[in-house]
């Protein structure tokens, strides 16, 4: 029963596609022949051949020009001898007896893809990659995307916060790949498999290279473990293009064009900033002030306390073409009698019998040590006749609202829950957790956003906040010291939003500096899902990094993210209506255009140059301190439809 479920999943998503005829791009028959040399399996890809070695799992690279390169080294465990190849036209299987893996490689739309299937419950440590000393860059999507010099000394050290981490392909990154290039080749990796599957990075003798890790564990259906491989062309987003077109097949990518079509309200997120809103931003005077400094288009959400938009605030933002929603979350209970905030109140016996258990049966404590983590597939059961979900909406939604921010839900923080009265594992929690999301976006037709969305969810929402940011877990730590970060009072303004931050110089490389971000999740997902920053880094919060970030949101194509009261509106808000001025033709020009490419003007990554669709905009942006052909430091160029480009040089605050 959890492998059908699993199997069915995987047919939604893509994301955890098993070898089935259904996720095949092609039939065997279509399939370009496998040649067989006695321990070498040569599978032609497009750009050249890979060639594995049975006896290790090793995997080389052969391009048609003549360059070759390790893809993977061998896996890191002990394997055994390996059994006879069994080749069938354009697939090749064999097994090692000694760990009970059996795997086939065959050729998938110009890849190479692998399937191991584990007969036992277990790990293993394999591909291996970024060995090759000709690998120069790797990249992966913490947020919206890094490139991290693989010999440079300080990703290298402590300080990056890098070497040792380890990502979940489900949960800690945004997108199931990663890719390495050298010049004039790369290479892209996906996880077909993603849950049960981490990205670990290892630094050893001064290089940065990267393990996959998976679990295969057969309560979580991950008995079959699928990586795919391609020959890219060393762009550094190189291997997001491939994983589009991946994903193009495996659950697909749904436009933005056809959202709005669906629901003309999803039109408003076009050329519009986010924004949270505080004390008198929530009022209808509030929203009079943000439309006499010359913020045109909003969308506006709140957090859960006891103080949400008024029906005549929600009118009055209506009337200025905003968008508003409130903040819920449907993965935290508490008591009622004692909750701390309104979003973990639910009625009995939801927060008595709901919550999710662990392997000894006792309550999975919820995030921060407050109430407890809620069982998705404990709603699904009890929606059709309670309506949890449905009131809850209702409630939310009754001031005249048509957007709503649904946290965690997309993030890919997924549970498996031990309760003998809804038994679920991540697979199922995901999908109910589709489910739910395609409900709020669908039938109850409210502009859907969550948190760090994954590409999985891009067919059921509309925006992401969080997916913009690489986070380093040095972030959490600063949050937590609250007189450097400020704390939850006062109510009307909390310091943790509001009060200004000098982030230390390493957090701040690691998280923001340019030359180490790419477009990885725009490369994918730009026409389909809108994304931003965290929500609890807003263009102020971070002053020393504002100017850069709002070079990027131009670059990029994205939308700030901030925070609003009276006061951030007195001090910031001219600066904000001037952004969001020069921002909404370009997002209207591209924002359902996919981003088509990304490239480095200069050998220092400074200076940068993004486009969409065909011609649809082109934006370069001079991160540097010096001039670049006629672009002054500091200053952003766009050109819509190739017509004169318009400037804006952001002065930061």
């Known amino acids: 029963m959890k492998r059908d479920n699993a ?30 040399n006695d321990k070498q399996i040569v599978v032609p890809v497009k750009g050249g051949r890979a060639v594995v070695d049975t006896t290790s799992l090793g995997v080389r690279a052969e391009a048609d020009d003549g360059a070759n390169w390790q893809l993977s080294a061998p896996a890191a465990d002990a394997l055994g001898a390996p059994s006879t190849v069994a080749a069938d036209g354009g697939k090749a299987t064999w097994r090692y007896p000694a760990k009970g893996l059996t795997v086939t490689a065959a050729t998938q739309a110009g890849r190479l893809e692998m399937t191991v299937h584990a007969d036992e419950q277990g790990s293993m440590t394999w591909p291996v990659t970024g060995t090759d000393r000709s690998v120069q860059e790797i990249q992966f999507p913490r947020g919206e995307g890094l490139s991290v010099p693989a010999a440079d000394p300080w990703w290298n050290s402590d ?29 892209g990796y996906i996880a077909g498999s993603d849950i049960g599957t981490s990205l670990r990075f290892v630094s050893d003798q001064g290089r940065l290279r990267t393990e996959a890790v998976h679990d295969f564990t057969p309560q979580e259906s991950t008995m079959d473990y699928t990586m795919s491989f391609a020959l890219t062309d060393g762009s ?16 697909g990518i749904e436009p933005l064009q056809r959202k709005i079509a669906r629901n003309p309200e999803v039109g408003k997120l076009i050329g519009a900033f986010h924004a949270y809103t505080w004390g008198e931003a929530r009022t209808p005077e509030g929203i009079q002030r943000m439309r006499q400094l010359g913020l045109n288009r909003m969308w506006l959400g709140y957090d859960a306390d006891d103080h949400p938009m008024t029906k005549q605030a929600v009118d009055a933002a209506n009337q200025a073409g905003y968008l508003v929603g409130p903040y819920d979350s449907w993965a935290n209970a508490q008591d009622p009698a004692t909750a701390d905030n309104p979003s973990s109140r639910w009625p009995a016996p ?11 049966g006792k309550v999975m404590t919820g995030f921060g040590g407050r109430g407890c983590y809620l069982s998705s597939e404990s709603f699904a059961r009890a929606e059709p006749t309670e309506q949890y979900l449905a009131n809850r909406t209702r409630e939310m939604t009754a001031n005249g609202a048509t957007s709503y921010f649904l946290d965690v839900d997309a993030a890919g923080e997924l549970h498996t829950d031990h309760s003998p009265q809804h038994p679920m594992n991540k697979a199922e929690d995901r999908k109910n957790r589709l489910d739910r999301i395609g409900w709020l976006s669908g039938d109850r037709k409210l502009v859907l956003g969550s948190e760090n969305s994954g590409a999985w969810a891009n067919r059921v929402l509309t925006y992401s906040h969080g997916s913009l940011t690489p986070v380093s877990d040095g972030l959490w730590k600063l949050q937590k010291d609250r007189e450097t970060w400020g704390g939850y009072a006062p109510q009307g303004a909390p310091a943790f939003f509001f009060k200004p931050v000098h982030l230390p110089a390493d957090l701040a490389k690691a998280m923001f500096a340019p030359q180490f971000r790419v477009p990885l999740y725009q490369t994918v997902l730009h026409d ?34 901030l925070v609003l009261d009276k006061s951030e509106l007195d001090s910031h808000g001219k600066q904000i209506a001037e952004l969001q001025r020069y921002f909404e033709p370009l997002h209207e020009a591209a924002a359902t255009e996919p981003m088509t490419d990304f490239r480095w003007l200069t050998p220092d990554h400074l200076v940068q140059r993004t486009s969409f669709g065909d011609s649809a905009l082109t934006v370069t942006a001079n991160f540097s301190a010096h001039p670049h052909d006629g672009l002054p ?17 952001p002065t930061g605050l």
């Open 7 to 36: 199997i069915r999943l995987a047919g939604l998503l893509g994301v955890l596609c098993v070898a089935t005829t259904a996720c095949a791009t092609a039939t065997a028959s279509d399939r370009p022949e496998i040649e067989v």
């Open 159 to 187: 300080a990056a916060g890098l070497a040792g981490a380890e990502f979940g392909m489900a949960d800690g990154l945004t997108m199931p790949f990663w890719g390495t290039s050298q010049p004039g080749h790369g290479a």
């Open 236 to 251: 550094p987003v190189a291997a997001a293009r491939d994983y589009r077109d991946w994903l193009q097949h495996h659950g």
């Open 350 to 360: 939801v927060w008595q019998d709901a919550c999710v258990r662990d392997a000894q």
């Open 528 to 561: 389909s899902v809108i994304s931003t920053d965290r929500w609890e880094l807003s263009w102020s919060k971070l002053p020393d990094q504002s100017r850069d970030r709002a070079m990027l949101a131009m670059l990029y194509n994205t939308p700030l993210n």
């Open 633 to 649: 430091a500091g200053c952003v160029d766009a050109s819509v439809k190739g017509g004169t480009p318009q400037r804006i040089c």
